[in-house]
């Protein structure tokens, strides 16, 4: 490939977001809120949160606080929007970052319905940042070699199998 159409693509690439946006289904939202027992006294924190409908559901049906963060400034705008709609703008926030860099600490649970490849870049930050006893739930997708403690696998009212996987951060 010639030199200035190989910079071209790179730059292309270079664009794109790390994972596409799709939506997660309403009935595999409350799934993956429910294998994470979520409550009133958690901060959840979807990592590629595209509309905020996991944060947004976790506050409006169990009182959690949430933090959607999303690469698009777009999506992060309509994830607001969507919030204020819901009347649960006061327990959640939406930041325009990058998944792979921000800060996560805060968190009791992570959300996740990214690719395998990065679940598997998050791995070390999920490992360094939360705390023992944060759980972590992801749709479809492992997070490198980590063995979940629960697969959930179902049926979702679309017709698809979804398998849910759930990790809790162990007791050092």
């Known amino acids: 490939?010639?030199?200035?159409?190989?910079?071209l693509v790179l730059g292309l690439v270079a664009q794109m977001p790390p994972a596409p946006f799709v939506a997660t289904p309403p009935d595999v939202v409350d799934r993956m809120l429910a294998l994470a027992q979520v409550s009133a006294t958690d901060v959840v924190y979807d990592l590629g949160c595209g509309d905020g409908r996991i944060v947004i559901a976790a506050a409006r049906t169990y009182g959690a606080r949430g933090v959607g963060v999303d690469?698009?400034?777009a999506?992060?705008?309509?994830?607001?929007?969507?919030?204020?709609?819901a009347g649960v703008e006061h327990?959640?926030?939406?930041?325009?970052e990058d998944a792979r860099t921000t800060e996560i600490s805060e968190a009791t649970v992570v959300t996740l319905y990214l690719v395998a490849a990065l679940n598997a870049q998050l791995r070390p930050r999920l490992a360094s940042?939360?705390?023992?006893?944060?759980r972590i739930v992801s749709h479809n997708f492992p997070i490198g070699d980590w063995?979940?403690?629960r697969v959930d696998v179902f049926g979702g009212v679309d017709g698809q199998t979804r398998t849910l996987l759930l990790w809790k951060i162990p007791e050092a």
């Not at 490939?1 to 910079?7: F, G, H, I, T």
């Not at 940042?129 to 944060?134: A, C």
């Open 71 to 73: 690469i698009d400034p």
């Open 1 to 7: 490939m010639p030199p200035a159409l190989m910079a």
């Open 147 to 149: 063995i979940p403690d």
């Open 91 to 96: 327990l959640v926030t939406f930041r325009v």
């Open 129 to 134: 940042q939360l705390r023992p006893g944060t």
């Open 75 to 85: 999506r992060i705008e309509e994830a607001r929007a969507n919030a204020r709609r």
